[in-house]
C-alpha cells in the first residue's frame, strides 16, 4: 500500500468545513473526512514549524531529537520515517517542504558527503527528494533567507516571470499603480498576487506530485509539503475576493488575558505580529486571504483525489491530511503561533486507510488524545512493521482507523524552545531557561515555564475559548500538582537508548554468565554446573623453566 502524507502548513484545525467553519467551504477535505477518521484532538509536539516537523518525521518529542527551532539541525544519527520505511520496502520521497536544516558538522565528522546516496538522505531528513523548496524565499540586504536552490522560481523564470527573485516579485506580491504590492505587508492582503493562479505555488507542487504518482510504481511513502497557507497572506485571483470582512470572526480574546499575564503571555502579547493583530483592519484583510488560500489548497486536493480515482490509486493509497501547527489570526490578543492555545498547537487530523479493516470507521471522528508523532508509528504498522518503540515515541493509530479501543495515553505534551525569540532576551532569560511545555489530560492544560516563572492553567470544559487562566490563584493547586505528575512521569521517559530495544535487553540477560562472566560466586553451586565447567578440574600444569 502507498501513503500520501499531506501536510499543509499553518493550517487552523477549524479552519475546514467538516471540522465546523461556518463559511469556508472544503468539500475536498470533506470527502477525505468521509471516507476516513477525523481526529479531533491532534496536537504538535512543538507549535512552530521546525521543530514540529522534526517530531513528525522522526516520531520522537522534540526533547529528545532536540532540533527544535527553525534551522537547528538535526542531528547525524535521528532515525527518521524514511530509514524505517525503507526497511519495509517502502520508498520514501518528498515533495515540497521540510524545514530541515543538515548536521553539516556531523556529515563531515563521519565522512558523509551530500554526493553519496547516505548523504544525499542525511541532507534531506531521511527523504529521497523528488522536488524540495521550502517556500520563503525572502530577501533582505544580507541575501535570502533560504539559500538552496528554489525549483519553483526556476519554474517561473521558465514561465515568464522575470527577475532573480520571481517568488517574492510575482508569487507574492500584487501591483498598485504600477508598484509592487508586496504580500510581506498586511494592508496588500486583499489584492490578487501578479501571477496566473495556475502558477502559483499550491498548484505548481500539486502537478509535481501528479507527475511523481504517474512515474513511480511503488510500493512509496510520498511527503507533498504545502508552504501554503502559511504568510505571505496574498493570493491569486480568483480566491483573493472569495471572502471579505464580513466573514471574519470576531476575535477569541477576552480583556481578562490582558490583566496580570503570565510574563511569556504578556511578552508574546507585546511582539509586533501580535500587535499587528490586534488592529480590526489587518483582520480584516488577512483572514479572507488566508481562507482564499486555504480554499485554493482544497480545490488542488480534489486534483490530487481525482487523478487518484481515475488512475485506480485510490484503492490501494493511505492519504492523511494534516498541518504543522496553527495560526492564531490575533485570537488571544496574538498572530502566528508559539504558545499553546487550541488555535495554536492544535492541528487537523484526517486518515483514510482504503483497507477492508477500516470500513467500520469509514465518516467517524475520533476524539482520543493524538499527539503527531503517532503519524511515524503509523506508517510503520501500515507497511506491516512493528513499530520500535525504544526509537519511536508516538502509537500507532490504526487501531483507532479499525474501529478498536486500544489502552491509549491520558496526556498530550508539547514543548517550545523559544531561546532564539526577542521574548526571550525581553524576559532576561538564558538560552537553556527559554522552553515551555505543555500538558493536556483532555480536560485541564498546563503550560510550565522554565526560569522560575509560575505555570498557567485552563479548564476546557468550563472555559473552552482559555480565557481565565487558573494558576492565577491557588483553587486549583491539586490540579496543578497532578499534572506536575504527568509531566515528571513523561519526562522520566526513556527516550535516549535508541540501539538496544527491550527485546534486545531481554535477549541479553544472563548471557554474560554463559560466555564465563562468573564474578560473586562463593563456591560455585550457586549457578548450573555448566556455567563453570570451564573453571573446575585438574590445574593445569606449568612448563619446566617457567
Not at 530509514?83 to 563531515?108: I, N, P, Q, S
Not at 525581553?426 to 485541564?444: Q, S
Amino acid at each position: 500500500m502507498n501513503i500520501l502524507f499531506i501536510m499543509y502548513d499553518q493550517l487552523r484545525f477549524d479552519y475546514l468545513s467538516c471540522a465546523g467553519h461556518p463559511t469556508l467551504h472544503t468539500p475536498n477535505f470533506d470527502r477525505v473526512a468521509a471516507r476516513g477518521v477525523r481526529f479531533t484532538n491532534a496536537y504538535v509536539q512543538s507549535p512552530v514549524c521546525g521543530g514540529s516537523r522534526m517530531c513528525f518525521y522522526t516520531g520522537r518529542y522534540a526533547s529528545s531529537h532536540g532540533a527544535h527551532w527553525n534551522g537547528f539541525p538535526l542531528r547525524v544519527g535521528e532515525q527518521t520515517i524514511g530509514d524505517h520505511m525503507r526497511k519495509l520496502g517502502h520508498a520514501c520521497w518528498l515533495l515540497g517542504k521540510t524545514h530541515f536544516r543538515a548536521d553539516a558538522d556531523g556529515m563531515e565528522r563521519l565522512g558523509l558527503t551530500p554526493d553519496s546516496v547516505i548523504g544525499a538522505r542525511q541532507a534531506e531528513c531521511g527523504f529521497d527528494a523528488w522536488i524540495r523548496d521550502d517556500g520563503l524565499w525572502g530577501q533582505g540586504p544580507d541575501g535570502l533567507y533560504d539559500e538552496k536552490r528554489s525549483p519553483y522560481n526556476e519554474y517561473l523564470k521558465s514561465k515568464g516571470y522575470e527577475g532573480d527573485n520571481p517568488w517574492a516579485d510575482f508569487a507574492n506580491a500584487s501591483v498598485e499603480n504600477g508598484e509592487m504590492a508586496s504580500g510581506w505587508m498586511f494592508e496588500n492582503a486583499d489584492k490578487p498576487a501578479n501571477i496566473r493562479e495556475e502558477d502559483s505555488e499550491t498548484p505548481w507542487l500539486t502537478s509535481r506530485a501528479i507527475e511523481f504518482m504517474e512515474a513511480e510504481t511503488g510500493p512509496w511513502l510520498a511527503h507533498i509539503s504545502y508552504i501554503k497557507p502559511h504568510w505571505p497572506y496574498i493570493v491569486p485571483a480568483p480566491y483573493n475576493d472569495m471572502y471579505g470582512p464580513n466573514h471574519v470572526p470576531a476575535p477569541t480574546r477576552h480583556e481578562v488575558e490582558r490583566d496580570n499575564p503570565h510574563p511569556v503571555f504578556g511578552a508574546y502579547q507585546q511582539n509586533k505580529i501580535a500587535e499587528a493583530f490586534q488592529k480590526d483592519e489587518v483582520r480584516k484583510k488577512v483572514i479572507p486571504a488566508y481562507m482564499g488560500l486555504i480554499k485554493q489548497c482544497d480545490d488542488q486536493l480534489g486534483r490530487l483525489l481525482d487523478y487518484l480515482e481515475e488512475s485506480g490509486r485510490m484503492d490501494d493509497t493511505m492519504i492523511v491530511l494534516t498541518s504543522d501547527h496553527g495560526d492564531y489570526l490575533g485570537d488571544h490578543w496574538l498572530g502566528e503561533k508559539d504558545l499553546f492555545h487550541e488555535p495554536s498547537v492544535k492541528v487537523p487530523m484526517i486518515i483514510f486507510d482504503p483497507r477492508a479493516e477500516a470500513d467500520a470507521t469509514r465518516g467517524t471522528i475520533c476524539n482520543a488524545l493524538v499527539e503527531t508523532i503517532d503519524l511515524a508509528a503509523t506508517f510503520i504498522e501500515s507497511a506491516g512493521g512493528e513499530v520500535p518503540s525504544h526509537i519511536v515515541e508516538g502509537r500507532s493509530l490504526l487501531p483507532w482507523l479499525r474501529g478498536e479501543t486500544p489502552e491509549w495515553r491520558h496526556y498530550a505534551i508539547s514543548e517550545y524552545d523559544y531561546s532564539v525569540t526577542q521574548q526571550a532576551v525581553k524576559l532576561g532569560l538564558e538560552p537553556r531557561d527559554a522552553r515551555l511545555f505543555m500538558v493536556f489530560d483532555g480536560r485541564y492544560k498546563l503550560m510550565h515555564a522554565e526560569g522560575g516563572f509560575r505555570p498557567m492553567l485552563f479548564d476546557l470544559e468550563t472555559d473552552p475559548d482559555e480565557f481565565h487562566d487558573l494558576a492565577k490563584g491557588d483553587a486549583h493547586q491539586a490540579e496543578i500538582e497532578r499534572l506536575y505528575g504527568y509531566l515528571t512521569e513523561w519526562g522520566l521517559r526513556m527516550s535516549q537508548r535508541v540501539t538496544k530495544s527491550d527485546d534486545d535487553i531481554r535477549a541479553m540477560r544472563g548471557k554474560s554468565m554463559r560466555r564465563g562472566i562468573l564474578p560473586f560466586l562463593h563456591d560455585g553451586s550457586e549457578v548450573p554446573d555448566e556455567l563453570t565447567s570451564r573453571y573446575r578440574g585438574p590445574a593445569p600444569k606449568r612448563r619446566a623453566g617457567e
